[in-house]
């Protein structure tokens, strides 16, 4: 974590509707710690920011969740906050809750 995901029962819903042919999931975005803990207090924080580009919609939760990701910090993977754009390391897969 954070790995964070389109959250809602409208993304669900269009998941598993013909409006999807391909199967996608919902969108995912990997956040820093600190962008974060905004969406903690506010899942709607960088709607502005994050948008879905999977084709799903806006989610009516918000970003949050916790999805499985490789480690943050390896050599060959470059990850970085898809907010503030710095880069994620292994400390930022730690001590979220």
Not at 39 to 52: A, C, I, N, Q, R
Not at 58 to 87: F, Q, S
């Amino acid at each position: 974590m954070p790995r964070i995901s389109n959250l809602g029962s409208n993304v669900s819903e269009w998941c598993e509707s013909p409006d999807n042919p391909h199967g996608n999931g919902s969108s995912t975005y990997d956040v820093c710690m600190r962008c974060y803990k905004h969406l903690k207090s506010d899942p709607h924080f960088y709607d502005e920011e994050l948008k879905p580009y999977n084709g799903d919609p806006l989610g009516i939760d918000g970003w949050g969740g916790d999805v499985d990701h490789p480690p943050y910090g390896g050599e060959e993977d470059d990850y970085t906050c898809a907010v503030c754009e710095r880069k994620l390391k292994e400390s930022d897969d730690h001590g979220w809750e």
